[in-house]
């Protein structure tokens, strides 16, 4: 589907002087003809080759699908379009130019003089259009049955709506070769050869690695925006209220008249429009919101006046007499109370959420730069593992519960991933299903496959068929210890891979602490989870490594400095999701071994990763 669509208008003229483009306009409207669900940007720029190359930049990497030029594709000096048009496309499409040529050529020998260029940049078709209105409806005409198959074709849409499932079976899966060789079983490490990190390292090298992923931006509608980081300050465009507005149900009066009786001159409701000013000696009835009439400076409400006399059928009050003699201003929100001209009304790194995207609508926007998510996927490994759709089990077979698990936890914090379906344990079939979604995406989550069995491939797949760099193989926690982060190169790109243990709660509570924190370091957001003290409710035998405990949070509180209690969410063994069902906060309890046992009523820490609706804590800490 095409979401945008950009038409540059490249012309010194215009640009002086909007009111001389003609093309620009047209091309919008043809534009918006073909792809009328689509957002319409239009900008005019000077014939400067940088200063193309930059809007073409600009849209291309804010996700607009297809950018229409026109102008400055002739044979002057200053007609530099298709120059900087070929400096941003990475593929160009000699055919659209040619087949424009062509047509134009049955029209006018001037055709020869047009140097048009088309191509794509990223996800992005651009296409140059000559500078005037005839002979851009002329091109238009040509390119208008090629234009949609097209975008779906640069944007890969056939692809994205298939699962990998589905793609592996019709042989969409992209074959990659494996070296790794699991023959010699006999062989294999007794030991772990990969250091076991602690959770404070971890979460360090996540952060630094994160953060070298290239920031991007798109432009988003600002319902689409809900969650999403502000990528540029945006500011009123018109003050609120744009006219003094009644703060009462009342009447509009001159402060300087004082208390008395007052002729009434007028009625307004809110929406209309004062026509008449108010002179000394009279006062307008007026609704909250409603406009003040001109030469009113105060509303005096309706419970301070006295009717003192109306039409007979009550349809018409003459005079009214105001008791309470009113101050100038009461009453009234004068020009920009709520939001003065100008005024910022997001700034770059804000978390758009309801009052801030409802304030955008209140000031007329309709779209937000907002920095772009990586895009996810989620992969499962492993022969045991069946599709949850697939009627009866296969003998020691269990269904695939950790990618649906791990696509709703993802979902809850805001972000999507797309579904690559089971890899076998196999070292070409999970070689191919980690190519695959590395085709797909830029963040790659799988499970499973990551601890010392023979058919644990992960991490020598990872290190011998993508040359991939371990920045952890190992975590000193409990669940998760097999935890694995790892980037490559992948087609030119970083890739980053958070190869998660199999146990379901080891890849439940390994996405919160690993997988959720690098995705808000890749968006510019605050990475930790919000740390509170809470007390146990019941004595917990610690684990020799440190332990995430799942918990139910709860106040009973009686003192303003009582802690929330913490109630263990029952056996807490890594395989067991029920323990993870319900839980508002993952205890941050510390290593013990030997026995050790934190006492009922004992203080530790807690990350509260579950939904708000899950904690009800009221507690001063
Ligand atoms: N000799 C050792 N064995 C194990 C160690 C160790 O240090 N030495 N570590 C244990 C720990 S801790 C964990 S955690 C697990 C991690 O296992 P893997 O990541 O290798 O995962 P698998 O072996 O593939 O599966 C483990 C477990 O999880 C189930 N599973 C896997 N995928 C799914 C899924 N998508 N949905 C539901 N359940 C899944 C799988 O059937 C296994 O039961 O290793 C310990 N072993
Ligand atoms: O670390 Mo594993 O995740 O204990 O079960
Ligand atoms: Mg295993």
């Known amino acids: 589907m095409v979401k945008a669509v950009a038409v540059i208008t490249v012309s010194d003229t215009c640009f002086k002087n909007n009111s001389h483009d003609t093309s620009g306009p047209c091309l919008a409207q043809l534009a918006n003809e073909v792809f009328p669900e689509a957002n319409l940007h239009t900008i005019i720029i000077p014939d400067e080759k940088e200063i193309i190359e930059r809007e073409l930049k600009y849209f291309s990497d804010s996700n607009i699908d297809l950018i229409l030029t026109t102008g400055g594709t002739g044979l002057s000096s200053r007609d530099v379009t298709p120059e900087a048009t070929k400096a941003v496309i990475y593929r160009d499409i000699p055919a659209i130019s040619v087949a424009l040529t062509l047509e134009s050529l049955k029209k006018t020998p001037m055709a020869m003089l047009s140097r048009s260029v088309a191509g794509i940049r990223d996800k992005t078709l651009i296409i140059n259009f000559p500078g005037s209105k005839k002979a851009v409806i002329e091109c238009f005409e040509v390119i208008r049955p090629v234009l949609s198959h097209a975008i779906s074709l640069i944007k890969n849409e056939h692809v994205e709506v298939k699962s990998t499932h589905d793609s592996m079976q019709s042989g969409h899966i992209c074959p990659h070769h494996s070296s790794v060789d699991v023959s010699k079983v006999a062989f294999r490490p007794r030991e772990s050869p990969f250091p076991m990190v602690e959770m404070s390292e971890a979460w360090k090298i996540i952060d630094s690695v994160m953060a070298q992923w290239t920031e991007r931006l798109e432009i988003v509608s600002i319902e689409d925006g809900l969650g999403r980081v502000v990528a540029q300050p945006l500011h009123a465009k018109e003050p609120m209220p744009p006219f003094p507005a009644s703060v009462k149900d ?254 379901p709660v080891s890849a439940y509570v390994c996405c919160l602490l690993f997988v959720v924190r690098a995705l808000r370091v890749s968006c510019g957001r605050v990475a930790e989870w919000p740390r509170v003290s809470v007390r146990l409710e019941e004595a917990v035998t610690l684990d020799p490594r440190p332990e995430y405990a799942r918990a139910a949070l709860q106040t009973r509180c009686r003192d303003r400095g009582d802690l929330p209690t913490a109630a263990l969410l029952g056996n807490q063994c890594s395989s067991r999701l029920l323990s993870a069902c319900g839980a508002g906060a993952l205890l941050e309890l510390p290593a013990g071994g030997a026995g050790r046992i934190l006492p009922p009523g004992a203080v530790v820490s807690a990350l509260l990763t579950g939904r708000l609706d899950l904690t009800v804590i009221h507690s001063e800490s």
Do not use: W
């Not at 309801?354 to 309709?366: D, F, M, R, S, T």
């Open 250 to 503: 009342g009447y509009a009066c001159i402060s300087l008249d004082g208390a008395g009786v007052r002729k009434v001159r007028s009625a307004l409701t809110a929406g209309d429009a004062p026509t008449e000013p108010l002179l000394p000696g009279e006062c307008a009835r007026i609704n909250t919101g409603a406009a003040l009439p001109a030469g009113a400076d105060c509303v005096v409400q309706v419970e301070d006046t006295k009717l003192v006399s109306a039409s007979d059928d009550g349809e018409t009050e003459f005079e009214v007499e105001i008791m309470v003699a009113p101050k100038p201003e009461q009453d009234v929100r004068p020009v920009g109370y709520d939001i003065p001209m100008g005024a910022v009304l997001t700034n770059r790194g804000d978390v758009l959420d309801a009052a801030l995207i409802g304030l955008l609508a209140g000031a007329g926007y309709q779209n937000v730069t907002v920095k772009a998510h990586p895009k996810v996927a989620l992969l499962s490994t492993g022969n045991e593992l069946q599709e949850p759709s697939e009627g009866k089990l296969r003998p020691a077979h269990i269904r695939d519960s950790n990618r649906t698990m791990l696509r709703m936890l993802l979902r809850e914090h805001g972000y999507e991933s797309i579904d690559c379906g089971i890899a076998r344990d196999s070292p070409t079939h999970l070689a191919s299903a980690l190519a695959t979604a590395m085709q797909r995406a830029d963040v790659i989550v799988c499970t499973g496959g990551v601890s010392m069995g023979e058919r644990d491939l992960l991490k020598p797949v990872l290190l011998k068929d993508f040359n991939a760099t371990l920045h952890f193989g190992r975590v000193r926690m409990k669940p998760g210890k097999p935890s694995t982060f790892a980037t490559c190169l992948f087609e030119g790109k970083t890739k980053y891979i958070f190869a998660l243990p199999g146990n």
